[in-house]
């Protein structure tokens, strides 16, 4: 009888169901174990060490994944944050800045998550290599935001990229352009996971190598993964060997994600002494944001909820604007000093999140990630900040790309800001079909980009084209039905109007 069998039985006989899964558990972890031993013996010397870690990782949240029983949260646990955990901007920004701007931005490095490629907008490549606004991508207006604040108060903000193994090689090939840049430009990359098979948990992949058959069988385990690799990197000893005591994290691709000197303030002159370890900007849902992860107040810390982690029978109540009013921009301002300590301490604690996949041949999978701003509860004097919905721009779609594009904002020094223009702050609701998903296709249909500054709401589905120079107001409709196609003409002016059927402008 084999050793599982009798182990098998014995925890049977004992009448244990819990025994019987330990049991289970166990054998699993020493098959993963075993699995994760074949992996590394094909990895090439030069990539031994890098390797290793990366896989020791995994195996630690392999370990985390199969002790967790059910939704991470209680929900009868979960409270409103106290009043001052979650401060409204104007009382941070009514503080003023200090007569030293330099020496407290001095203290600062500006990461930027760049892990994600452009794949969901049709393009090849990292995200931030997109266009966005006159030719600029989200990495040159990044690098343009920094240089200008080190022009201006003659200080040394670095720039941090955290690549990922999917866009790291071309980011590095881009870095080049930026060498005459005041901006010193930094890089490290997150971690490599293997996939594993949702029916055995075993990983998919056979050996190192991330291309050919096992080009699906690694992926980047979500942003969370930032501390380990930040601290495994180097770069965490380096800045604070050299004086920085903050880092600033946002997506790349929320373009209002700039360095806010009162925030910086905030943290490097505490109103009450006690240093803040961790900040996390939130901003005011609205009906579009129903899905944000919140703040709560959950066993005496700040704790970012997010909706997979809200048992089913709550997600109703975890949408509603009233109950939950704020969500995580993922604009983060975390302490150094911290990340050291509790990344030495091994105590930076996040909720597993498992993502499901089906890999191109049919194989379904799980993908085991975590998510940066959930590391809130492990830091000391979190403080949540109410910012202006202005700090929350971020282009996921074409949709968001037309906004950016538009007269709605002006560009200054990398940064863009609602034109004054506009006579309401909100930013219009614009839904454009699936014939405008990539971007080319998009870039395509647009011979120049609507004057949009009076704008409520824009549909468009269909074969639609704009010509020059067309103007959008109030509500606007356009749907061309399967087989019709739109030309909107040059110059035209549409005011609350519907247009749909077949409308073809031809020259005479």
């Given at each position: 009888?084999?050793?599982?069998?009798?182990?098998?039985?014995?925890?049977?006989?004992?009448?244990?169901?819990?025994?019987?899964?330990?049991?289970?558990?166990?054998?699993?972890?020493?098959?993963?174990?075993?699995?994760?031993?074949?992996?590394?013996?094909?990895?090439?010397?030069?990539?031994?060490?890098?390797?290793?870690?990366?896989?020791?990782?995994?195996?630690?949240?392999?370990?985390?994944?199969?002790?967790?029983?059910?939704?991470?949260?209680?929900?009868?646990?979960?409270?409103?944050?106290?009043?001052?955990?979650?401060?409204?901007?104007?009382?941070?920004?009514?503080?003023?800045?200090?007569?030293?701007?330099?020496?407290?931005?001095?203290?600062?490095?500006?990461?930027?998550?760049?892990?994600?490629?452009?794949?969901?907008?049709?393009?090849?490549?990292?995200?931030?290599?997109?266009?966005?606004?006159?030719?600029?991508?989200?990495?040159?207006?990044?690098?343009?935001?920094?240089?200008?604040?080190?022009?201006?108060?003659?200080?040394?903000?670095?720039?941090?990229?955290?690549?990922?193994?999917?866009?790291?090689?071309?980011?590095?090939?881009?870095?080049?352009?930026?060498?005459?840049?005041?901006?010193?430009?930094?890089?490290?990359?997150?971690?490599?996971?293997?996939?594993?098979?949702?029916?055995?948990?075993?990983?998919?992949?056979?050996?190192?190598?991330?291309?050919?058959?096992?080009?699906?069988?690694?992926?980047?385990?979500?942003?969370?993964?930032?501390?380990?690799?930040?601290?495994?990197?180097?770069?965490?000893?380096?800045?604070?060997?050299?004086?920085?005591?903050?880092?600033?994290?946002?997506?790349?691709?929320?373009?209002?994600?700039?360095?806010?000197?009162?925030i910086l303030n905030h943290l490097m002159n505490p109103p009450n002494g006690k240093p803040c370890e961790f900040v996390m900007e939130v901003t005011n849902k609205t009906r579009a944001d129903v899905k944000g992860g919140t703040l709560t107040q959950y066993e005496g810390k700040l704790r970012l909820v997010e909706i997979a982690q809200v048992p089913k029978a709550h997600v109703d109540e975890f949408k509603s604007v009233s109950k939950f009013k704020i969500f995580n921009t993922n604009n983060l301002w975390i302490s150094l000093a911290a990340v050291k300590r509790l990344q030495e301490q091994n105590a930076i604690d996040m909720e597993i999140i498992v993502n499901p996949k089906t890999l191109d041949g049919g194989l379904n999978v799980i993908q085991l990630e975590t998510a940066v701003g959930a590391a809130i509860k492990s830091f000391e004097n979190s403080l949540g900040i109410n910012v202006p919905r202005s700090r929350f721009l971020p282009v996921k779609t074409t949709s968001d790309l037309l906004l950016v594009m538009s007269n709605l904002y002006s560009l200054n020094a990398g940064s863009l800001t609602m034109s004054e223009k506009r006579e309401f702050p909100t930013v219009p609701l614009v839904k454009l079909g699936s014939s405008f998903t990539k971007v080319q296709d998009y870039l395509r249909r647009f011979e120049s980009i609507p004057d949009m500054l009076e704008l409520d709401h824009l549909t468009v589905s269909g074969d639609v084209t704009f010509g020059k120079n067309v103007s959008l107001k109030g509500t606007v409709i356009i749907i061309a039905n399967h087989g019709d196609r739109i030309d909107i003409p040059p110059g035209a002016v549409l005011e609350n109007k519907i247009v749909s059927g077949n409308l073809r402008i031809l020259d005479h």
């Amino acid at each position: 009888m084999s050793r599982f069998v009798q182990d098998l039985s014995k925890a049977m006989s004992q009448d244990g169901a819990s025994q019987f899964q330990e049991v289970i558990r166990q054998e699993l972890e020493l098959s993963v174990k075993k699995e994760l031993e074949k992996i590394l013996t094909t990895a090439p010397s030069h990539e031994f060490e890098h390797t290793k870690k990366d896989l020791d990782g995994f195996r630690k949240l392999f370990h985390r994944f199969l002790q967790e029983k059910g939704p991470s949260v209680d929900w009868g646990k979960i409270q409103k944050p106290p009043e001052d955990s979650i401060q409204p901007y104007e009382k941070i920004k009514a503080r003023g800045l200090p007569d030293n701007i330099s020496s407290v931005l001095n203290k600062l490095v500006v990461v930027k998550l760049n892990g994600g490629l452009g794949t969901s907008m049709g393009c090849k490549g990292p995200k931030s290599l997109i266009g966005v606004r006159n030719e600029n991508t989200f990495l040159d207006l990044t690098v343009q935001q920094i240089e200008h604040l080190n022009k201006t108060y003659n200080t040394d903000v670095p720039l941090v990229l955290m690549n990922s193994f999917n866009t790291d090689e071309d980011t590095k090939k881009i870095l080049q352009k930026y060498n005459h840049c005041r901006v010193k430009i930094y890089t490290f990359n997150q971690s490599r996971y293997p996939r594993i098979n949702k029916e055995s948990l075993l990983p998919v992949a056979k050996n190192v190598s991330f291309s050919g058959e096992n080009t699906e069988a690694w992926y980047p385990p979500g942003h969370g993964d930032i501390y380990a690799s930040f601290y495994n990197s180097g770069l965490l000893d380096t800045f604070i060997g050299e004086g920085k005591e903050y880092i600033f994290v946002s997506n790349i691709d929320n373009l209002g994600a700039t360095v806010d000197l009162y925030i910086l303030n905030h943290l490097m002159n505490p109103p009450n002494g006690k240093p803040c370890e961790f900040v996390m900007e939130v901003t005011n849902k609205t009906r579009a944001d129903v899905k944000g992860g919140t703040l709560t107040q959950y066993e005496g810390k700040l704790r970012l909820v997010e909706i997979a982690q809200v048992p089913k029978a709550h997600v109703d109540e975890f949408k509603s604007v009233s109950k939950f009013k704020i969500f995580n921009t993922n604009n983060l301002w975390i302490s150094l000093a911290a990340v050291k300590r509790l990344q030495e301490q091994n105590a930076i604690d996040m909720e597993i999140i498992v993502n499901p996949k089906t890999l191109d041949g049919g194989l379904n999978v799980i993908q085991l990630e975590t998510a940066v701003g959930a590391a809130i509860k492990s830091f000391e004097n979190s403080l949540g900040i109410n910012v202006p919905r202005s700090r929350f721009l971020p282009v996921k779609t074409t949709s968001d790309l037309l906004l950016v594009m538009s007269n709605l904002y002006s560009l200054n020094a990398g940064s863009l800001t609602m034109s004054e223009k506009r006579e309401f702050p909100t930013v219009p609701l614009v839904k454009l079909g699936s014939s405008f998903t990539k971007v080319q296709d998009y870039l395509r249909r647009f011979e120049s980009i609507p004057d949009m500054l009076e704008l409520d709401h824009l549909t468009v589905s269909g074969d639609v084209t704009f010509g020059k120079n067309v103007s959008l107001k109030g509500t606007v409709i356009i749907i061309a039905n399967h087989g019709d196609r739109i030309d909107i003409p040059p110059g035209a002016v549409l005011e609350n109007k519907i247009v749909s059927g077949n409308l073809r402008i031809l020259d005479h």
